[in-house]
């Protein structure tokens, strides 16, 4: 069971190396043991750097730069151990366009095994969806599921079958 | 696993019978304005996989989740949301739920059980429909595949599939700030989780 | 001193159902105090029902409205006293393209005798603003201030006279 | 009091020498990509009026509020902030800091002392200038107009102006969830700051 540890610890670090580079289009990110002695009972503790950047630890990040070496740990765990289905809501809020893009394009090749429910704002990560739901509240407190086109006003559809499209 | 589909009625904000089918796969898109409901669809699904704290779905008691009205619409009396999810890699025999007899290398949703299964015909071989509801009593009603059966039961059936409490499958509101601030030993239970 | 804050809590309580109806087009947003019968000691709690739904806790609002409706409150209390300058560090990333418009048409409003400066990754925002200013990492790990304009790249420019552009 | 200019060096990632003008009044918009250093202009301002908690200023030790280099950039052994407020209803006589005889009406800043004003010239009738400083070394260094002050004196300039530490001036990144989750005692002081 330490040994499962170790090993998923060193391959889900592997996967967070590539994911912060994929992110950042740079730069070092990576977790460490706190302890290396003790690896039965070690805590771990997580360093990056943006391109050009010092390596010093996560918390000193700007509030954009920490959600994207957030989305890296996530993604690199789910590479190495993938849900049926991960919803991410309003993950993108505080980055900007450039990080928005980067992060639909990674969704959009990790979900080749996942379902990726996307909750957001931001019509870069709207452009990354196969499909998409509107939801509306046309009764004021009573939520409704319509079928959304992009650059179209939302078409209420008599439920469900419109939410496959 | 993948997810198929979930049906939504008396949830929060969700008070009419909402259904929401799913690929399994891709990236889907939930938009609207704000307070429109889409957290909530994500809280939906956090109950469904049997999310015990309410402080968790944004409540301060488990009651706040039945849909409380509105000023046109009286409260409702109960909230009910059904998952259904399929297993792609399998080949079920029919079972039943007491004798267990997995085929090698299933894991144990192979042993999913036959029996009642709701309207829209799920692939008996391969569906899992999980069902959860709450009334206004206080009671609780669970079901796997039409089945009653137990809250735990429920949460058994996603140990170790990477839906579990510790897994980061769900990312709530707000959350995202909280993965990097956790301590040393909060992170160290993630990846074993993951191991 | 109880005097004074009494007279303080109802001025601003006053201007907070005002503020509240010009961010939600609508509804009802107020301070209560939570023992009526002693005021002297009383704390404060606050209701909101956005247009057309029940009045009920402000923590049972969405991500979006709890961000407008703290918002119509620091602005109900600039409004009783107001602050040299105010600094929003990014209070739009939650918000809708229409809760972004309608607050940032009403900073432009109480931007009479108050500085506004609002850190945004928001173009609805940027777009009420008089002045803009641009930070840059040009060198990496070193900011520096430049001119925008809007639509156009940023023009680096020998500091700092371009800043009051 | 009129927000004027601030001008900022070795403060975080503000290695070289910046100055930023403002008007005074309006809406200005701080626009850039995701740790380009705004939220570290916001950290500036907040220091420059007095902020003792390195936790709000998102560092560990104050030590951290210094410029500490970069891949090709050795780290500064000082960081500075010079802070120039305008007063536009006071005719202010010329007064030392320690005889304040106040005019009619008028407010503590209007005994803004005379002294060693620095380059820009600011109006000397009008403006109040305040620096603060941080050596490596730990030592700090505050400046009113030039002349040697205690950090008290800064933060009394700003009790009771909107600007003090319960007020609502700044709002840093991700604080605006909290305003509302605050306590009712905790709002209560707000008001009363206020009042
Ligand atoms: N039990 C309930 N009954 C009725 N309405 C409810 C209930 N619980 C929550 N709501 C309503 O649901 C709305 C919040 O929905 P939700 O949090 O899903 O919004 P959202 O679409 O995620 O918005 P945002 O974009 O601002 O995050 C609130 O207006 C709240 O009043
Ligand atoms: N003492 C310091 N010396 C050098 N760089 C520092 C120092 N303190 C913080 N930084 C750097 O400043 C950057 C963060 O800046 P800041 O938080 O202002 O970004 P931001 O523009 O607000 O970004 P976002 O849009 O993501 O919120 C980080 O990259 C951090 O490494
Ligand atoms: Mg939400
Ligand atoms: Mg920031």
């Known amino acids: ?165 | 696993l993948k997810l198929k589909k979930i049906e939504i009625q008396g949830f929060k904000s969700f008070a009419d019978r909402t259904e929401m089918r799913f690929h399994g796969s891709g990236v889907a898109a939930v938009v609207g304005p704000n307070g429109c409901g889409k957290s909530n669809l994500s809280d939906a699904i956090s109950w469904a996989l049997g999310e015990q704290s309410a402080k968790s779905l944004r409540g301060a008691r488990m009651e706040d989740v039945i849909f409380a009205g509105t000023r046109d619409r009286k409260p409702l009396g109960m909230a009910s949301v059904t998952m259904t999810l399929t297993d792609p890699r399998i080949e079920p025999s029919p079972l039943s739920m007491e004798v267990i007899e997995l085929p090698p290398g299933a894991d144990i949703i192979a042993a999913a059980p036959t029996g009642n299964i709701p309207s829209d015909k799920p692939d008996r071989k391969r569906d899992i429909v999980i069902t959860r509801r709450l009334f206004r009593s206080g009671e609780s009603e669970y079901l796997i595949d039409g089945k009653a059966a137990r809250l735990r039961d429920i949460q058994d059936i996603f140990m170790g599939s990477g839906l579990g409490p510790e897994s980061y499958a769900i990312i709530e509101q707000g959350r995202i700030g909280q993965i990097l601030s956790s301590r040393p030993h909060d992170r160290r239970a993630v990846i074993e989780e993951a191991a």
């Open chain 1, 1 to 165: 069971s330490r040994k499962r540890f170790q090993e998923a610890f060193e391959h889900i670090n592997i996967n967070f190396r590539e994911m912060f580079k994929t992110l950042f289009g740079g730069g070092t990110g990576e977790m460490r043991l706190t302890d290396e002695s003790n690896v039965g009972e070690s805590g771990i503790e997580m360093v990056a750097s943006p391109p050009g950047k010092r390596l010093q630890n996560v918390l000193l990040l700007s509030g954009g730069e920490k959600s994207l070496t957030a989305m890296a740990l996530l993604m690199a765990i789910f590479k190495y151990q993938p849900s049926p289905f991960c919803i991410l809501d309003e993950v993108d809020a505080p980055l900007d366009e450039a990080n928005t893009a980067r992060l639909a394009k990674l969704l959009k090749e990790m979900a080749g095994d996942t379902q990726f429910i996307v909750i957001t704002h931001a019509k870069r990560t709207m452009e990354a969806a196969g499909t998409m739901y509107g939801v509306t509240m046309e009764e004021p407190g009573v939520s409704k599921l319509v079928s959304v086109k992009f650059n179209a006003a939302p078409i209420p559809v008599s439920e469900p079958k419109a939410m496959a499209a």
